[in-house]
């Protein structure tokens, strides 16, 4: 044990210092540990919003016979177990959205570590920014963790920190770079972040044993969970970064509306291959020897865009829907034909402080930039009706109403922030093993 703060002056410069506090000398390893740095991303390259969007710089940038990727982006890797070279190997390398990860409720004992290297900005030398990690709406006992720069400390270039958490509330939140936060974060250093309560492991209220909150009666039990996380594309915003011009963030305008780093249809394909032992705090992508982030094949323009948005389930089983917005714009995502039941706001039970039940029934979420709802929807019966296409499942559709987010102006509309709840005869799909599990996901 190692005795820090005030011991360690000579005893005239004492006074006037707060008392001491104990920490040990070797602290446990990181539970993960994420990059900062900058790269490219792909988007569809219509409609056309010249000279910004496709950007044509991002061709010098992309694996030969690869479609091109059309977005310069900030954003955070998931660099956990690789080596020193591997890690260092990701620089220019990030995804949109940032991986999603996930902590226990704080039992007294278990606190939460996430490691944080600033990798620098490789297309931006001149822009020697640091990076921060905050997790919105994250009640922390000291600002020391917080990751709001002026309160706590930042990652410059080269460096290392190591967040530590003792989350007590459970429920979804989004996480950011709040370092410069109106670029960082739209340039893409974000993602979703949830606390899973100390019910978990208890099946006495439900049978899974999974819940959202500590309910203590089952309301919030489920049997699969979808992370949805909405975020925008300003192309001028990324262009500007991308050509070393300056962009006043005051006048972004939302080009493209994204759930999980992607538009329509792409929302429906697969995640990128899962590192599956890897992904018991974090969705984490398989990384081939040099450390980068693999594909599906045919798939390779995909590369930084990994995560799925479908959602899938047996008829009869409960799906959590954690939705996080870190647009600028309202969203209003809409459930076509299964109705939503609301159980958790801005990682808060729809419960009022003696115990009155809250939650509502909607087919609409209205999602102000920086909020997040708990939605459980539970499938209806298998029907086999026109809606199931043939296919062995029924569909339901799950969009943004509002029409320029939900069609991004594409040619044939639907191009922006739309899914689909695919719902199979009840024991079709065997339980699910990760966050936002695809029936074709590759799984390493
Ligand atoms: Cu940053």
């Keep these: 044990m190692l005795?820090?703060?005030?011991?360690?002056?000579?005893?005239?410069?004492r006074k006037?210092?707060?008392?001491?506090?104990?920490?040990?000398?070797?602290?446990?390893?990181?539970?993960?540990?994420?990059?900062?740095t900058d790269g490219w991303f792909w988007l569809p390259p219509t409609p056309e919003i010249p000279p910004y969007h496709p950007d044509?710089?991002?061709?010098?940038?992309?694996?030969?016979?690869?479609?091109?990727?059309t977005t310069y982006i900030f954003g955070f890797r998931n660099v956990t177990g690789m080596t020193d070279t591997q890690r260092e190997n990701q620089q220019f390398k990030v995804q949109h959205n940032a991986p999603f990860f996930w902590v226990d409720q704080y039992d007294g004992t278990n606190e939460f570590r996430v490691q944080l290297t600033n990798l620098g900005l490789h297309l931006r030398p001149d822009l020697t920014d640091a990076h921060t990690i905050h997790w919105h709406g994250f009640r922390n006992v000291i600002p020391f963790y917080d990751g709001e720069p002026h309160g706590s400390v930042s990652v410059p270039v080269g460096q290392f920190f190591t967040y530590v958490y003792r989350p007590r509330d459970p429920g979804t939140y989004m996480y950011h770079c709040h370092v410069e936060d109106v670029e960082h974060v739209t340039m893409g250093m974000t993602s979703l972040v949830f606390v899973r309560p100390l019910q978990n492991g208890d099946a006495s209220f439900y049978p899974?044993?999974?819940?959202?909150?500590?309910?203590?009666?089952?309301?919030?039990?489920?049997?699969?969970?979808?992370?949805?996380?909405?975020?925008?594309?300003?192309?001028?915003g990324h262009w500007g970064d991308a050509h070393i011009?300056?962009?006043?963030?005051?006048?972004?305008?939302?080009?493209?509306?994204?759930?999980?780093?992607?538009?329509?249809?792409?929302?429906?394909?697969?995640?990128s291959p899962i590192d599956l032992s890897a992904s018991t705090n974090c969705l984490t992508v398989l990384t081939d020897s040099n450390g980068d982030l693999t594909t599906?094949?045919?798939?390779?323009?995909?590369?930084?865009?990994?995560?799925?948005?479908?959602?899938?389930?047996?008829?009869?089983?409960?799906?959590?829907?954690?939705?996080?917005?870190l647009g600028f714009r309202e969203a209003a995502m809409t459930l076509a034909g299964i109705k939503m039941r609301v159980v958790g706001r801005d990682a808060s039970?729809?419960?009022?402080?003696?115990?009155?039940?809250?939650?509502?029934?909607?087919?609409?979420?209205?999602?102000?930039?920086g909020e997040s709802y708990d939605v459980i929807i539970e499938a209806p019966a298998f029907s086999g009706g026109s809606g199931s296409s043939g296919n062995g499942y029924d569909t339901y559709i799950l969009y943004n109403r509002r029409y320029t987010q939900e069609s991004n102006l594409s040619p044939g509309g639907s191009g922006g922030?739309?899914?689909?709840?695919?719902?199979?005869?009840?024991?079709?799909?065997?339980?699910?093993?990760?966050l936002n599990q695809h029936p074709d996901d590759l799984i390493g």
């Design 417 to 434: 922030q739309r899914t689909e709840v695919r719902v199979y005869p009840a024991g079709t799909l065997v339980p699910q093993q990760y």
């Design 56 to 69: 044509p710089y991002g061709a010098d940038f992309t694996p030969p016979g690869v479609d091109p990727f």
């Design 349 to 369: 039970p729809m419960k009022g402080r003696d115990g009155t039940n809250t939650s509502y029934v909607t087919n609409t979420i209205l999602i102000g930039a």
């Design 3 to 13: 005795t820090a703060g005030a011991s360690m002056l000579p005893r005239f410069m």
């Design 208 to 236: 899974s044993g999974k819940y959202a909150y500590n309910d203590g009666d089952g309301s919030t039990g489920y049997d699969r969970e979808n992370a949805l996380f909405l975020s925008e594309i300003w192309a001028k």
């Design 296 to 325: 599906n094949p045919g798939y390779e323009h995909l590369q930084n865009n990994p995560h799925s948005s479908l959602i899938t389930c047996n008829a009869g089983e409960r799906v959590l829907l954690r939705f996080a917005n």
């Design 245 to 271: 011009q300056e962009s006043d963030w005051s006048t972004f305008k939302a080009d493209f509306s994204l759930l999980n780093g992607r538009v329509h249809p792409y929302t429906l394909l697969p995640n």
């Design 16 to 36: 006037n210092l707060l008392p001491e506090e104990v920490v040990s000398a070797a602290l446990p390893d990181p539970d993960l540990f994420f990059a900062g």
